[in-house]
């Protein structure tokens, strides 16, 4: 649920006279959350802020509520798929809330401790050239865009980069990647580049992001992929897929 702040925002610009994809382009915010705000009334949304302070005091996530804490403050830059991930490791079965509830429950939790999301500084340093067919870096995204009639979509990327090189393979589609289209994805990035490298290069928290993001359990989406990288021969059964975006070139 957006702030008083934001919910003041989105009435000044509706009262200024603007529509509710331009309120939205302004405040580089989702449209569907300038609509539900759009008409709704003060006391209204007192009355809903309310509802959601109880909702969340009132939890099945509360229980995890100093765990969680403690995680945030010491590393406020942490992603609601990296906490729900500790949770699942350090009790060895899946936390008693789906993701989306955990999600919600963290950004409260934010918001009522002033713990706002902080990027850690990273440290890049130059890497060696590598040799052709050495590596490739895999990556997802996606993006909103108008079309002609006005209408608001979001399209998804999926990328694959080779490092010597710097050949690209990109592919667009206008729903979230499935499980089998990640998969069907690096086949046909395999047979555009007429073979596949020695080594596979992921930023692991965008691809977790974009899953949280749209339903699938990142677990599940990196106990996938790790299976994946298993049939290709990329990495030993049992190791677990590392991060190392300190190592990444630049795309």
């Not at 870096?137 to 608001?152: E, F, H, K, N, Y």
Request: with cysteine.
């Amino acid at each position: 649920m957006t702030d008083w702040y934001m919910y003041n925002e989105i009435q000044k610009l509706k009262s200024m006279g603007f529509s509710k994809s331009r309120t939205a382009d302004k405040l580089q915010i989702n449209f569907r959350t300038v609509k539900r705000y759009w008409d709704m009334t003060p006391a209204d949304y007192a009355d809903a802020f309310k509802d959601l302070h109880r909702n969340m005091r009132n939890s099945t996530a509360s229980r995890y509520e100093q765990e969680i804490l403690a995680w945030l403050e010491q590393h406020p830059d942490l992603s609601s798929a990296q906490i729900y991930d500790w949770l699942y490791e350090k009790y060895q079965t899946p936390p008693v809330v789906a993701e989306r509830t955990m999600r919600r429950y963290i950004a409260w939790l934010r918001e009522q401790h002033a713990i706002p999301r902080q990027s850690g500084l990273r440290s890049y340093e130059a890497v060696q050239e590598l040799p052709p067919a050495e590596q490739a870096q895999v990556d997802m995204g996606s993006i909103p865009l108008t079309r002609q009639d006005g209408a608001r979509i979001k399209v998804f990327c999926f990328a694959m980069v080779l490092s010597h090189s710097r050949y690209k393979y990109a592919f667009w589609q206008d729903h979230p990647f499935t499980t089998a289209e990640f998969i069907t994805a690096h086949q046909n990035a395999f047979a555009f580049f007429g073979g596949r490298p020695k080594q596979m290069v992921y930023d692991q928290d965008r691809v977790l992001a974009e899953s949280e993001n749209h339903g699938t359990s990142s677990t599940q989406k990196g106990s996938r992929l790790t299976r994946l990288l298993c049939i290709l021969k990329f990495i030993s059964a049992g190791e677990r897929i590392r991060n190392p975006r300190a190592k990444l070139r630049p795309l």
